[in-house]
């Protein structure tokens, strides 16, 4: 659940200058946490963009590394099969699929290479977990420890 912490507005300014998920890790660092930073720092799927970057670290990240990149692939709200959230990110993100693209959005060809390589990542989690995609969800338990995790985070 940490691994957006750079998100919140009350966390930004301590890790001004650091990109997603590095600031994260940054934070977990500095408040006793540091173990974490490893398992959260490539999560980001701007990560997965570049092709030398993704080849090196999928053969080298730990499992804790492939889950939370994974499970940041599928869950927007809601649990949602890797498809589904690449529609939403579409959706959400229009420019990043027209040729006439604000600086920094990904081309069409881009958005399909990010897309190959999380299912890449997909089958290597799910290998390792020993399910099929479509076994993937969230267990009863969750939602009251997402709740709880919330409540103790606002106290």
Known sequence: MLHDIDKLDRVKPDVDGLAHGEGSAEWLARHGYAELGPAIVGHPVTRIADRAWFETWIGAATPEALIVSYADKRAGQRLESMAQRFASWEQRYPSAVHAARPRGSWTADTLEQVRRRAEELEIRV????????????????????????AAEWHR
Not at 126 to 131: D, R
Not at 132 to 145: C, D, H, K, S, Y
Request: proline share 4%.
């Open 126 to 149: 799910c290998e390792l977990a020993a399910v099929r995609p479509a076994e993937v969800r969230r267990l009863e338990w969750t939602g009251r420890a997402i709740a709880a995790a």
